[in-house]
């Protein structure tokens, strides 16, 4: 993906979410990334082959998509390496900043007609979202079926493409 893209990216993910990030630019004669913060952690990222400050910084290819902690610093005279890095920009602003879930906790909503709700056998039943215990993906999400007793290791998670909301 194109750096000018990535910047495009970022600024809009934190936008959908109330939030003006400050995406700065490499500096001269420094380590060629581009980096934001939010709360305590630091994203980043570099243009393959190219400083980040001449001309044409726009059209490079972007790589080097990485995570860590603000106060927490690489030491090149051993052999620590702060944070982790990630495959794309998605990942990174999401390590950042989750995505809201779909559907949120006390909504009641039903199972769609779907192959996957089919064989998991909640396709038009209807339940109540509840709080996911231990975080988990946006994408997924914990459901108290309606009629249907507790089973002794807990409500599974399902996926929110599976659900639609109930009238």
């Given at each position: 993906?194109?750096?000018?893209?990535?910047i495009?990216?970022?600024?809009?993910?934190?936008?959908?979410q109330?939030?003006?990030?400050?995406?700065?630019?490499?500096?001269?004669?420094?380590?060629y990334?581009?980096?934001?913060?939010?709360g305590d952690?630091v994203?980043s990222f570099?243009?393959n082959?190219h400083?980040?400050?001449?001309e044409?910084?726009?059209?490079?290819?972007?790589?080097?998509f990485h995570?860590?902690?603000?106060?927490?610093?690489?030491d090149?005279?051993?052999?620590?390496?702060?944070?982790?890095?990630?495959?794309n920009?998605?990942?990174v602003?999401e390590?950042?900043?989750?995505?809201?879930?779909?559907y949120s906790?006390?909504?009641?909503?039903?199972?769609k007609?779907?192959?996957?709700?089919?064989?998991?056998?909640i396709?038009?039943?209807v339940?109540?979202v509840?709080?996911t215990i231990?975080?988990g993906?946006?994408?997924n999400?914990?459901?108290s079926w309606?009629n249907?007793?507790?089973?002794s290791?807990?409500?599974?998670?399902h996926?929110?493409?599976d659900l639609?909301l109930?009238?």
């Amino acid at each position: 993906m194109k750096a000018i893209n990535v910047i495009k990216k970022v600024k809009s993910h934190f936008k959908k979410q109330g939030i003006d990030i400050q995406i700065y630019p490499p500096r001269k004669g420094g380590n060629y990334k581009w980096t934001f913060q939010h709360g305590d952690n630091v994203g980043s990222f570099s243009a393959n082959g190219h400083n980040g400050y001449g001309e044409g910084w726009e059209d490079a290819d972007t790589t080097g998509f990485h995570v860590r902690h603000s106060t927490d610093h690489s030491d090149i005279q051993s052999d620590y390496f702060a944070g982790s890095f990630r495959k794309n920009i998605s990942q990174v602003c999401e390590s950042l900043l989750s995505t809201p879930p779909k559907y949120s906790t006390g909504q009641l909503v039903r199972g769609k007609q779907t192959k996957r709700a089919i064989r998991h056998g909640i396709n038009g039943r209807v339940g109540l979202v509840i709080p996911t215990i231990g975080g988990g993906s946006n994408s997924n999400i914990t459901v108290s079926w309606l009629n249907r007793e507790k089973p002794s290791y807990g409500w599974l998670s399902h996926s929110a493409l599976d659900l639609e909301l109930a009238n």
